[in-house]
């Protein structure tokens, strides 16, 4: 570790996890041999697994689950509030006890394009392709390529394709 990132006592490294240079984690879970690019911020109560990668500028809010194998590319973001509001109903700042944290998945072997928002209450499922730019508004199927705002789903990937760098 360096001075240039902030990693809380409450963290939970895997083994050989990679750390780039100006991070922010506090209260999460990151598993064994995940990447995890610069100035990415991690909070509390989110988990990522094992051999992940996670790119530059990528936003990971409390509540969201990201299982092994996956890929985030640069600039995700992640929201965990579908209704956010700065002040409760008295006109206070709103505190942890004025809303609810909603859950996002990101299953097994799920890979992310840069610059897509992620919406709570949303799963993307297992190998699932969510392309660069794409706003996710609802549940992805698994093996699927979706793209666009609404993210939609463009096809289905063959199980055993020849070619995984097959554009699209």
């Known amino acids: ?5 902030c990693i809380a006592a409450d963290v939970k490294l895997g083994a050989s996890v990679r750390l780039a240079q100006f991070i922010n984690l506090y209260g999460c879970e990151i598993g ?17 697994g094992k051999r992940c990668k996670i ?3 990528s936003f990971i809010c409390e509540g969201v689950v990201i299982e092994d194998n996956v890929f985030i590319g640069h600039g ?14 008295g006109g206070n700042l709103q505190t942890e006890a ?3 944290v909603e859950r996002t998945i990101i299953r097994r072997g799920a890979s992310i394009g840069s610059g897509v928002t992620i919406l709570s209450n949303t799963t993307i499922g297992e190998n699932a392709i969510v392309g660069a730019g794409s706003v996710v ?12 705002n609404p993210a939609r789903i463009l096809r289905h990937i063959e199980e055993k394709q020849e070619d995984p760098h097959v554009r699209i």
């Open 1 to 5: 570790m360096n001075s240039y990132n």
């Open 32 to 48: 064994d041999e995940t990447k995890i690019g610069a100035f990415v911020e991690i909070q509390k109560n989110a988990t990522v």
């Open 98 to 100: 004025d809303w609810k």
């Open 55 to 57: 790119s530059s500028h």
């Open 137 to 148: 508004t609802k549940d992805v199927p698994p093996n699927t390529i979706v793209a666009g």
């Open 76 to 89: 995700v973001t992640f929201i965990n509030d579908s209704y956010p509001r700065a002040t409760a109903a």
